[in-house]
């Protein structure tokens, strides 16, 4: 389909003119949709008349010059750079918008239905991995929230399922070993125990006020339910509660769909080892603190992964008191559909905010 120039009125990026700015503007969209270098005949017939070939090569290399684009190899074709790509981002970007049904998928994905808050973030992940074909974040804090209720069921073969329900409503599920020849009793006692205390005490309060009722021998729990309430609260231990929160990704085999090279697979690895490190975690979450909206950063912008050739589109995921209770995002090649990726993000930090609890 041919499309003219930019309005010569229009707001354009600082330095482009009309001419200048429709050139790459149809480069980077058409690098976005094919990941290949961009000639001048390609680009007139997209635009048609005015622009001939010569005129598009002569724009090209003053785009060039100016380090907004760059030629990959002998080839006549142009690819933007990381520059160039920021230049589209900030002025040239026309974003869609998800239809009413894309968010209803959203919405009916997300929802809890009793399922765990780890279960919910995953659930997230994957669905952003999917609807971008990229890879999928989802990072959620240290859990500060209260404990609404703390339960014990039983499930045989000296197994019993512990469920957490916080003051927020959501509910968190682990199972541990329980003392051979446990009677029903004991956990109805031990659950009994820790709700007495609990009292919308965070997790981490809990433990430190039941360890030193323990140590000093203050409790009226028998030997069993003893042994039941200790290892309901150490199965939490190395959690998020106690990391400082939990990055999710998924599909982080999408990464690797256009790798060619040993170099550009290093790359890969480097970023993968990077998403690993609590470092990066809490980084993502500085990135989006001061933001209320979805965030782009191209290449090296973001400080995280070096310059591996990535993108990051990250979203703060607030609750009904304005806190930030996790952030969202996707991280793909840079020539990811930035006007596709960036609604589905904002749309999914709105959802999982709402439904992360309302509590301030």
Do not use: C
């Amino acid at each position: 389909m041919k499309r003219g120039l930019l309005p010569a009125k229009a707001a354009l990026p600082p330095g482009l003119d009309a001419r200048s700015a429709t050139i790459l503007r149809e480069i980077v969209e058409e690098y976005v949709a094919s990941g290949e270098p961009v000639g001048s005949r390609t680009l007139a017939r997209k635009l048609g008349q005015p622009l001939s070939s010569a005129t598009i090569r002569t724009v090209m290399a003053s785009l060039t010059e100016a380090g907004l684009l760059f030629s990959p190899h002998t080839s006549a074709g142009r690819l933007p750079t990381e520059k160039g790509l920021r230049l589209f981002v900030d002025g040239l970007l026309q974003f869609g918008s998800l239809s009413e049904d894309e968010q209803k998928v959203i919405g009916h994905s997300l929802e809890a239905r009793g399922r765990s808050l780890q279960d919910t973030l995953v659930e997230a992940s994957s669905l952003l991995a999917g609807m971008s074909d990229a890879a999928g974040l989802v990072v959620a804090p240290k859990g500060e929230g209260g404990i609404k209720h703390i339960e014990f069921v039983a499930l045989g073969s000296n197994r019993a399922l512990v469920i957490l329900m916080g003051s927020d409503g959501h509910v968190e599920n682990r199972v541990i070993e329980t003392p051979v020849g446990m009677p029903p009793s004991a956990l109805v006692e031990a659950a009994n125990y820790l709700n007495a205390r609990a009292m919308g005490a965070s997790l981490p309060d809990l433990r430190t006020r039941v360890s030193a009722e323990m140590k000093e021998d203050r409790t009226a729990l028998d030997g069993l339910a003893a042994e039941v309430v200790e290892s309901g609260l150490a199965i939490w231990n190395g959690g998020r509660e106690e990391s400082g929160g939990t990055l999710i990704v998924r599909g982080q085999s999408r990464l690797l769909a256009d790798v060619d090279g040993q170099e550009r697979l290093l790359a890969i690895q480097t970023l993968f080892d990077r998403l690993e490190a609590q470092e990066t975690m809490l980084r993502l979450l500085e990135l989006v603190d001061s933001s209320q909206g979805v965030r782009i950063f191209i290449g090296a912008e973001s400080g995280l992964f070096g310059a591996t050739g990535m993108s990051v589109v990250m979203a703060p995921a607030r609750n009904e008191a304005n806190r930030i209770v996790g952030a969202i995002g996707v991280i793909g090649p840079t020539r990811i559909n930035y006007g596709r990726v960036v609604p589905v993000v904002d749309y999914t930090a709105r959802i999982l905010g709402e439904l992360m609890g309302s509590t301030g």
